[in-house]
Structure formats: C-alpha cells, structure tokens
C-alpha cells in the first residue's frame, strides 16, 4: 500500500498491530477516526495509556483491579478455600457470569507455552504455589482451555503441589447443553462418556 | 459485561466505538496491549492523535497529504484537464494502483447523504464546482460507488455543472474480469450488455 501521507501510513501501521487487524481494516479504522470529531481520538489515545500506566492487579488472585484487593477477593462472604484457576480477566468475567462459583480466582496471565516463550515464572505460578503452602486453601479447580497449552499448565501446576494437602479438580469438558450429538467432536463426546454423572446429581443442577 | 476495573471498562469502551468492533474483541484487543511493551501503547496513542491534530488536506484536491499540494497535484506529468471524483483516500489508492489513470483527483470526503445528514455543504464539492468555473478542465471522471447516495452524488454534481464546457463520465459498470457470467447480478450484467465496448478498443485495453 502506497499512503499519501506519513502520518497516515504510521497511523495505520501503529493499528495494524493490533491481532487481526490487516493494513486494510486498520485503513478503515484510522479515516473513521478522522471523520469523527477529535475528542473521540483524545479520549480512545488517553483511555489506552492510562490503563497501561495505571493499571493494578489484586495482589491475592492478580486479577486486573482498580484496589488493591478486589472486589471478589475482598468480599467476605466468598469461600477463599477453593480456588479457580484461570488464564485471564475474560474468564473470570465468564464464570462470573454464570453465578455458579462462591469461591476466590487465581489469574495466572497466560498459559506455558515454551512455543511462545512463556514459562512458569512468566505467569503468577509461584504465587499461587505459595499460597497453597501457606495454608487454607482444600481446592484447587483448573479452569484453562483444553489444550496443549492448558493441560501442560494444569500438570505443571499440580506436580509443583505434590505432597501438600489440598484437592485438585478439572472443569467438566462434554456435550454443550443443547447440543446434537451427532455433531460432537469424538474427544469431547468420549470424554463426556468417560466421565458421566450419576443421573440424581444431573437433576439437582437443572 | 461487568468488569473488575473502571480503567479496563474504559478503554474497551472508547475502542469498541470503532466501527465493527464490538465489546469482546474490544477486550481482546486492550488485553493484548496489556500483555505487550508499554511503547507500543506509547506509539499507537501518539500516532493517532498526531494524525488528528496535523492532518492536512491537498489544497488542491483535498486527499490527504503531508504536504500544502500532494504528490499527485505536484506532478508536473499528470493531465490536471482530467479529474477523477473519488470518495476518499482508499479509492485514490486503488485507483493509482491500476497504474492506468494520469489525471488529477478530486477527494470528496463522503458521499450525500440525507439519512446520515450529509448534505452538499458538508463535502468539498463546492471547491469542485469552483474549480471546474475556473476553466481548464475538459473531463470530469465520476469514480463513486454505485450506491443511492454515489448516484444522487454524481447527479448532484452533474446538475451543478450545467451549461459549463466540461465533459462528464463514470467508471464502466460490468462484469469484472476472470468473472462467470452465470454467477453475475443481474443489474451488473444488464449494465454490462447496454455498455458494450467496440470490440476493436476491447483489443487495445489487452
């Protein structure tokens, strides 16, 4: 692409960065930007740097948070004994959503991957490993993505545990409610075979 | 969505005023700037609002331009008798791509609206109109997509050049090239059929 103008094409190389985003969607987004009035480019540059000069983790489950501890951390009527285990703020938002969970999170940032450069103190492992050794906590429920990725974070996680008191679990992988079986992945429809559910229990959560 | 930061809130809302993005890959994208260098933040705020505050438009033909007259206007080669009338940057640089356009463009900025309330006024086409007056130019090239408001634009135009010596034209309409015929619209290649080309000339474009 051959721009007009430097500041345009820097423009659209600074957007285009951003994951997928191309030259031409970044194109778009940049001459939108330019026909608006300027406080909305003020306001989007200014929102951007302040959350990355600002920005504050909670220092218990290192979930991005405006306080020091979170409101999920500090509310007292939450059980801090069983922890969920997440990659990022997305997922606590999404198990958030589903009021089915009364305990605390633990944000590890990321999941190991050597592909990708990230190992275990590239994410808040350690911190999570300290704290079950400090006591208090029965049990662990990993909650990351069934992949490569997460289940060799999840394995990590667990032997770096080995010899200490406190229970592990796994989110249930299977057929999504309201789902065909016929469609269904072969891992996921045998997994959810494997690990069937006694029929009472099925009709308490209903 | 509920988010756990005010400042994360924010900066997913002033990004999902972008156009076509909504709140969740708003949140991908600012998690992703989250994760990277704060100097990319840095430069993609800067470029933009750097953009905004000193962008300058060709006098001449109001494409964006870095300096007071475009490349393209400053070129003494190009045919300044012939103007091509074109929405924005993106079609000068699609049209300049072909290689197959010598004259001078023209930006509009937009097309008439009336349902988004962009009127006449809010285009450069008096600047157009003035410029015709101002003799020198034999053709005027209507490049605008072929939409309600590229037609009422183009007539518009057209209306107020009335009695002025300056041939008008528009960009062929029809099958694109490598095209079947069987999976063309119908009013593309019913246009096609009634804007036939000598096959001599067809020959000479090859």
Known sequence: MEFSSKLLENAVYEVSQLPGIGKRTALRLVLHLLKQPEQQTYHLANALVKLKDEINFCKNCHNISDTETCEICANPKRDSSIICVVEDVRD?????????????????????????????????????????KGGGVKEL??????????????????????????ATSTIARGIAVGDELEYADE????????????????????
């Open 92 to 132: 606590v938002m999404a198990i958030e959503n589903t009021s089915q969970f009364q305990g605390h999170y633990h944000v590890l940032g990321g999941k190991i991957s050597p592909m990708e450069g990230v190992g275990p103190q590239d994410l808040t492992i350690p911190a999570l490993v300290t704290k079950v």
């Open 141 to 166: 429920i990993f909650a990351l993505s069934a992949s490569m990725e997460g289940d060799t974070t999840n394995f990590y996680i667990y032997k770096q545990l080995e010899g200490l008191q406190v």
């Open 187 to 206: 891992v996921t429809l045998g997994r959810s075979i494997l690990h069937r559910v006694p029929f009472e229990s099925s009709l308490k959560s209903n």
